[in-house]
């Protein structure tokens, strides 16, 4: 059975799914994936599991990616690392509207989502018992929407146009809060700056917490290429997160 901190983290992500589900997006935008919705046993599972109890620090992500979080329902969820590290295995359905270049496979996909590696292999490295981490550690993601042109390209929500991003940030933001209020975090960390900037946004609402930030891992960023593991362990070093 949920925890009630478990069950309040199900709720807010039920929703979110709800509130962001009548949204609509204009061209480029083709295709929407929401993987709280097709993968959501996967999600509830993440959340029942690890989710149980309040938190030392939240890391915080952006959006899915193509071969994560959109293939499996965990955020940052490489299907190696949420299948053989967290022992997390659950059916996924198909997404509406599912665009040819990125099908949705599930845990079946075998493609690896290089940020999700770089993150979850990082913390697998130091807590080889998931449990370990979990005790003290959580990871979201501030949206979980998956924004596609019709070349198969990802469209950040950083790019959507001022009049469709913003219903999505006001809706985001009060999934955010809530997650911050049921896990009590003393440090709150983004990981890159776009989610930085969100915590920063609700810093006002969301009582006070310890911000901090550590690189994206993703392969677009130059400096996440070189070392991104130490670079990330130095940073949560120098910032008083990790002793």
Same mark, same amino acid.
Not at 141 to 169: F, H, I, Q
Not at 186 to 207: H, P
């Given at each position: 059975?949920?925890?009630?901190?478990?069950?309040?983290?199900?709720?807010?992500?039920?929703?979110?799914?709800?509130?962001?589900?009548?949204?609509?997006?204009?061209?480029?935008?083709?295709?929407?994936?929401?993987?709280?919705?097709?993968?959501?046993?996967?999600?509830?599972?993440?959340?029942?599991?690890?989710?149980?109890?309040?938190?030392?620090?939240?890391?915080?992500?952006?959006? /899915?990616?193509?071969?994560?979080?959109?293939?499996?329902?965990? /955020?940052?969820?490489?299907?190696?690392?949420?299948?053989?590290?967290?022992?997390?295995?659950?059916?996924?359905?198909?997404?509406?509207?599912?665009? /040819?270049?990125?099908?949705?496979?599930?845990?079946?996909?075998?493609?690896?989502?290089?940020?999700?590696?770089?993150?979850?292999?990082?913390?697998? +490295?130091?807590?080889?018992? /998931?449990?370990?981490?979990?005790?003290?550690?959580?990871?979201?993601?501030?949206?979980?929407?998956?924004?596609?042109?019709?070349?198969?390209?990802?469209?950040?929500?950083?790019?959507?146009?001022?009049?469709?991003?913003?219903?999505? +940030?006001?809706?985001?933001?009060?999934?955010?809060?809530?997650?911050?209020?049921?896990?009590?975090?003393?440090?709150?960390?983004?990981?890159?700056?776009?989610?930085?900037?969100?915590? +920063?946004?609700?810093?006002?609402?969301?009582?006070?917490?310890?911000?901090?930030?550590?690189?994206?891992?993703?392969?677009?960023?130059?400096?996440?290429?070189?070392?991104?593991?130490?670079?990330?362990?130095?940073?949560?070093?120098?910032?008083?997160?990790?002793?």
């Amino acid at each position: 059975m949920p925890s009630e901190i478990a069950k309040g983290l199900i709720e807010a992500a039920r929703s979110l799914t709800e509130v962001l589900g009548g949204l609509r997006f204009g061209p480029p935008v083709t295709h929407l994936y929401n993987p709280l919705r097709y993968a959501a046993a996967a999600h509830a599972e993440y959340l029942t599991r690890f989710g149980d109890s309040k938190k030392r620090v939240l890391f915080l992500g952006m959006n /899915p990616g193509p071969y994560g979080m959109a293939q499996t329902g965990v /955020p940052f969820g490489e299907v190696a690392a949420v299948r053989d590290w967290m022992g997390i295995e659950c059916a996924v359905a198909r997404p509406e509207n599912e665009h /040819p270049k990125r099908p949705i496979q599930g845990f079946a996909c075998a493609r690896s989502e290089v940020s999700g590696r770089r993150l979850w292999g990082f913390f697998g +490295e130091r807590f080889p018992r /998931p449990e370990d981490f979990f005790r003290d550690h959580f990871v979201a993601n501030y949206c979980p929407l998956v924004w596609m042109e019709a070349s198969g390209r990802n469209r950040t929500p950083d790019k959507l146009p001022v009049s469709e991003r913003e219903p999505v +940030e006001a809706a985001c933001d009060a999934h955010l809060l809530k997650v911050v209020e049921w896990l009590d975090p003393e440090w709150v960390v983004g990981v890159g700056g776009f989610a930085e900037k969100r915590l +920063e946004m609700i810093s006002d609402r969301s009582g006070p917490r310890r911000r901090g930030r550590i690189l994206h891992p993703s392969p677009a960023s130059p400096a996440a290429n070189r070392d991104w593991a130490g670079t990330a362990h130095r940073q949560l070093k120098e910032q008083g997160i990790w002793g």
